[in-house]
Every structure is written in C-alpha cells, then in structure tokens.
C-alpha cells in the first residue's frame, strides 16, 4: 500500500520569506514522487518530480524538494514566496514495487496563502 | 508534456441525468485516467482506460456508474450516470506519456448536479 500525509492544511507566509510545505510518505518499495499545483478554478499542474539520482530535486517556478529517504519526507520548498505561489499544493506517491501499476496516491493538500 | 483538452470545462446537471466528459490529448499517450476531486477534497482515482477493452476501476466505482471509452491512444470519455448531488465534483483526465513517469492533468470538467 502507498500513501501520503501532508500535515498542514494551510502555509502562510509573507511575500519575500522563504515558503515550505511538508510531505511525508509509506510505500513498499522505493518511490516515485511528485508535486503538483492548483491554482483557483484551474486543473493540476506538474511542478517537479524525484524518481532517482540526487536527493535535491528542482522544478519549475523557482521550487524545489529534497527527498529524505531516513525521515520518508520530500518537502516542497521556495526560497523566496511570491503573492502569484498562493494555491493548493498536492504531493503525491507511486510505489515502483509493481511498476506496472502507475496510480498515484495523492495527499489530503496544502492551501499557501503568500501576503503581500 | 502533452496537451490535455476536456469538454465540457463546467456543467450545472439535473438530479437523474447523465453527462458524458471528452478528453483529447495532443499526441499519443501510454495511459490515461480519470480522477475525481470532490468539492475541498484531495484526488481520488476513479479508473484506468484502457485503449479498445474494458477500463480498469478502483475499489468504489463502477461501471454502471462511471462508463469509460478509449477508442484509441489521444482520446477517452467518462460517463457519470444518473448523477446525484453526491456526483458535483471536478473531474480531471490524467495521462501518462512515453517519455518518462510524470503524469499530466487536464483542466478538469466541473460539475455541479443540482
């Protein structure tokens, strides 16, 4: 069984200051895992992904994730929140033991309010 | 990453009706799926749709319930029968392409049965 828990419902920070949002996972195997984002009244869009290689993995809009194998974290991470970041925020999960199986297990959500 | 179309974007249904949602991809796609975002809820995957056989549903859905077509690699349908208030929810198509594991997701199709 796979899944993800994202512990917080809402991040607020102040435009300018750095922005985290949390992910933890439980799968069987190693994971693939993912980050998207959905903006209000828009469908979900891919902002990055780790599958293998270096731990530090960099996306688009300026985030990034580090996934933490010991901790079975991969927390999204922007050094600098822009007013435009505020959005709902989704981590997600694959499993490669079965591989063949491409369903993603996604979190419960993040809602990241930037103020100006 | 593949374009990913959806029709209708947004539908206000009655209560017993049925309303099929389009998805056309831009190219030829290894996968696609259909998920279900209920209102203030996370995504939940409905089913599988596989290219010319029967889609491949999650515990929970069925069928009757969810009808799904896939006549060829760009383009599925998701049928939601006799829909209920239950059913007012974002529908999104997903796909996964041949260059790797990321799956991309369409606009979504919100729906709101009344």
């Known amino acids: 069984a796979q899944s993800v828990a994202q512990p917080e419902d809402q991040v607020n920070v102040a435009e300018g200051n750095p922005l985290t949002v949390k992910c933890t996972y439980s799968v069987s195997g190693n994971p693939y895992l993912f980050w998207y984002v959905q903006y209000p009244n828009r469908g979900l869009q891919f902002l990055l992904k780790y599958i293998t290689g270096d731990n530090l993995v960099k996306g688009s809009y300026g985030f990034e994730a580090e996934f933490n194998k010991s901790q079975t974290s991969f927390h999204l991470k922007k050094p600098s929140a822009l007013v435009s970041d505020s959005a709902l925020y989704f981590c997600a999960v694959r499993d490669r033991v079965g591989s063949n199986d491409y369903k993603l297990s996604f979190g419960a959500g993040t809602t990241v309010t930037v103020r100006a | 990453s593949a374009v990913i179309s959806q029709k209708p974007s947004r539908d206000i249904c009655q209560r017993g009706t049925s309303l099929t949602i389009q998805c056309q991809v831009d190219?030829?796609?290894?996968?696609m799926f259909w998920y279900r975002q209920q209102p203030g809820q996370s995504l939940t995957l409905i089913a599988t749709?596989?290219?010319?056989?029967?889609?491949?549903?999650e515990s929970g859905f069925v069928i009757d319930k969810f009808p799904i077509s896939r006549p060829n690699l760009t383009f599925s349908t998701l049928t939601v029968s006799n829909m209920s208030p239950e059913d007012s929810s974002i529908y999104l198509c997903s796909v996964l392409t041949g260059l790797g594991n990321t799956i991309y997701f369409g606009e979504g199709s919100w729906l709101t049965v009344v």
């Open positions: 749709a596989n290219q010319g056989s029967e889609a491949t549903y």
């Open positions: 190219s030829q796609v290894t996968m």
